[in-house]
């Protein structure tokens, strides 16, 4: 199978510090991935490299082409949905025109990404007209995952999605990437929680100090493995 994306020999830093030291990975159509490592890793400046938001070298191919030199826009043109860290939505604006303005240009396929979102996310449907202020910590989650969904992204970047929710709450904004996944989007899951990852990822990659040490089917990482990552050995 040709790789939706794949990453070769990926560095970047800050200044003179560097957060990632030749990572190199795959990820197939289709395919859902966790990326686990512990705070400081690396996790939010991979994610970052690959949408061109932080410089980095290396090669960078999604859907057959390269990346390298693309500008932000260009690459979520392509296809990379993201969803940073915090739950970026306009508090200002209804959760439906938070949606509308994350969409596609034409008004009938924005129309029906909307209704889409609505499915996926009935809490955010009976909502449409509210602020997006007025909304929970676990709903502007949903409606941060919506607006990256209204770009009919192949692939979908998300950063700590449970940070700051609630269990229950987390454990629903879970069960919607499940959703997603199984509707056929590739979705990279950069988190701290390595367990609510590993309910919906069936293949993992661990991160430490800025590189790959460890890249498998969930049931081939070792306890070791991932304690090493979290807890430095
Ligand atoms: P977290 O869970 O805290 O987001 P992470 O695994 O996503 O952790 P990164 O945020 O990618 O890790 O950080 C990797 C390294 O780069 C860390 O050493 C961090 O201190 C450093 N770093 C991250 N952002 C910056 C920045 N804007 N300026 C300087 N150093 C940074």
């Given at each position: 199978?040709?790789?939706?994306?794949?990453?070769?020999?990926?560095?970047?830093?800050?200044?003179?510090?560097?957060?990632?030291?030749?990572?190199?990975?795959?990820?197939?159509?289709?395919?859902?991935?966790?990326?686990?490592?512990?705070?400081?890793?690396?996790?939010?400046?991979?994610?970052?490299?690959?949408?061109?938001?932080?410089?980095?070298?290396?090669?960078?191919?999604?859907?057959?082409?390269?990346?390298?030199?693309?500008?932000?826009?260009?690459?979520?043109?392509?296809?990379?949905?993201?969803v940073p860290e915090g739950r970026r939505v306009?508090?200002?604006?209804?959760v439906?025109?938070n949606?509308?303005?994350?969409?596609?240009?034409?008004?009938?396929?924005?129309?029906?990404?909307?209704?889409?979102?609505?499915?996926?996310f009935?809490d955010l449907?009976?909502?449409?007209?509210?602020?997006a202020?007025?909304l929970s910590g676990g709903q502007q989650q949903m409606l941060s995952l919506g607006r990256a969904l209204?770009?009919?992204?192949?692939?979908?970047?998300l950063d700590e999605p449970s940070l700051g929710l609630s269990?229950k709450l987390a454990d629903e904004v879970f069960a919607a990437i499940?959703?997603i996944?199984?509707?056929?989007?590739?979705?990279?899951?950069?988190?701290?929680?390595?367990?609510?990852?590993?309910?919906?990822?069936?293949?993992?990659?661990?991160?430490?100090?800025?590189?790959?040490?460890?890249?498998?089917?969930?049931?081939?990482?070792?306890?070791?493995?991932?304690?090493?990552?979290?807890?430095?050995?």
């Open positions: 199978m040709t790789m939706l994306l794949s990453v070769d020999g990926l560095t970047a830093g800050y200044g003179g510090a560097r957060a990632l030291d030749g990572v190199s990975l795959g990820i197939e159509a289709g395919e859902t991935v966790a990326l686990l490592g512990a705070n400081g890793a690396g996790k939010s400046t991979l994610l970052k490299a690959l949408l061109g938001l932080v410089p980095a070298r290396g090669a960078l191919r999604f859907d057959g082409a390269d990346l390298g030199g693309l500008a932000t826009e260009a690459r979520v043109r392509r296809g990379i949905g993201y306009f508090p200002g604006m209804s439906r025109d949606l509308e303005v994350a969409g596609l240009p034409a008004a009938r396929d924005r129309a029906r990404d909307v209704e889409r979102v609505f499915a996926l009935p449907a009976a909502k449409s007209g509210e602020h202020w007025r209204m770009g009919r992204p192949r692939l979908l970047l269990p499940g959703r996944a199984a509707a056929g989007t590739a979705v990279l899951l950069a988190e701290q929680s390595a367990v609510r990852a590993l309910r919906v990822a069936p293949r993992a990659i661990l991160l430490r100090l800025g590189r790959v040490v460890g890249d498998g089917p969930v049931a081939s990482l070792s306890e070791e493995a991932l304690r090493d990552v979290f807890f430095g050995g």
